[in-house]
């Protein structure tokens, strides 16, 4: 069986890891006569190809076999140049399977390319919705799970959606969420990282004197999303209450992303933070350094889906800066940690003033144990497998 997996961006990369070393030991276990070929394509996306380049040493991924470099531009651009540079790779390979994760834009084009060269195609992550269709993120995913012929599912709420859409119970394969295998296979070596060296290491404009080692409490924030950062106004309010008032509760540590910070200093607000007493601001870091942060926050808060899905396991109290979100099974409602708080303050305030309250509380939602890489690939086995005893 010939198997070629994609990543795109940073995001891929937290799920692939676990996949590939899935492949690299079921090849150990069971020799040629029952060796999977595997070829793992990069296209590139990725804004820095330095990072890029350091979540795949730091996560143990092989170098890509083949890598598409096509770089940044808008959503169509992306898609386009993906589509076009993927169709080679694809028919000068011919895989059985193509795989994808996750919804950036190279899992959307490289679905489309996979059904129309007649290739059978897996989705890791399916069945996520936020109902949210100004987000690029929605439209990928649902573009991706229509055309795909396995859809493994993170959680039964996923799976329901699936279900909901028509998908045939035969395709839906609920097996777990795989990032959190990457989670549990690198959290004792987040945990030996010291929060002073991560600080000092990653400061950003000399801010490092702002973070006692001592503390026992602190707030992390990441911020990326459009709907925070591109509008002054929003962006304004929310520098308001990280400053003023999260600040004067404890530190608050905020690797920053370069969309954010360019904002911050075109809307006038970048005096105001880094002149901030509590406020560490850090380049942005690699997966374990956050991680390590993650473990050790009082709370965090955030606009990123996977972070919410790690606060979920390790405990962390997390504020989600956004209105909806297609990882509800991290929501307290569901028994999760998480809490929609959007972009309005008097909400937010609320929220945070309830959750300073509130102690740590891990929760493992079903099949959140560390193993799905293996049912993945077991049941790409057993559906191959399948599929050439019923062939003419």
Not at 121 to 133: K, N, Q, T, V
Request: net charge neutral.
């Amino acid at each position: 069986m010939k198997i070629m997996s994609v990543v795109g961006a940073r995001p891929n990369f937290m799920k692939i890891s676990p996949f590939v070393n899935a492949i690299m030991k079921h090849n150990q276990a069971n020799g040629n006569d029952s060796a999977i070929e595997h070829y793992l394509v990069h296209t590139g996306q990725h804004y820095d190809v330095s990072m890029s380049e350091a979540f795949f040493n730091a996560l143990n991924i092989p170098n890509p076999d083949i890598s598409l470099e096509i770089g940044s531009g808008s959503h169509a651009e992306q898609v386009g140049r993906t589509m076009i540079e993927f169709e080679k790779v694809v028919k000068a390979n011919k895989p059985d399977w193509v795989v994808v994760v996750g919804d950036v834009n190279a899992t959307c084009a490289c679905s489309i390319v996979a059904k129309k060269e007649h290739i059978n195609l897996a989705h890791i992550e399916s069945g996520l919705r936020s109902r949210d269709m100004n987000m690029p993120e929605e439209i990928n995913r649902l573009v991706t799970d229509r055309l795909s012929d396995l859809l493994f599912t993170t959680d039964e709420i996923a799976s329901m959606n699936l279900r909901m859409e028509g998908v045939p119970e035969v395709r839906i394969k609920f097996v777990g969420n795989i990032m959190i295998d990457t989670l549990m296979a690198n959290k004792e070596k987040a945990q030996k990282l010291a929060l002073k060296q991560i600080v000092s290491i990653n400061a950003l404009e000399d801010r490092s004197h702002n973070f006692n080692s001592n503390t026992k409490d602190y707030a992390l924030i990441t911020l990326h999303r459009p709907s925070n950062v591109d509008l002054p106004d929003v962006l304004g309010h929310l520098i308001d209450f990280f400053c003023d008032e999260v600040c004067n509760d404890m530190p608050i540590i905020w690797p920053i992303h370069p969309r954010t910070c360019k904002n911050l200093k075109t809307f006038g607000l970048w005096k105001k933070v880094v002149g901030t007493v509590n406020m560490v601001l850090l380049n942005p870091i690699g997966y374990h350094e956050m991680l390590r942060l993650n473990m050790g926050a009082r709370l965090m808060l955030t606009d990123s889906g996977g972070l919410q899905e790690e606060c979920c396991v390790l405990g962390t109290p997390c504020l989600t800066l956004r209105w909806n979100t297609e990882r509800p099974v991290t929501l307290k409602e569901h028994g999760g940690v998480s809490v929609l708080v959007g972009n309005v303050i008097d909400r937010i305030r609320q929220t945070y003033n309830q959750t300073l309250q509130e102690k740590c509380r891990p929760m493992q939602p079903a099949l959140w144990d560390g193993r799905t890489a293996e049912r993945i690939l077991r049941e790409l086995i057993l559906t191959s497998s399948s599929c050439k005893r019923t062939s003419p």
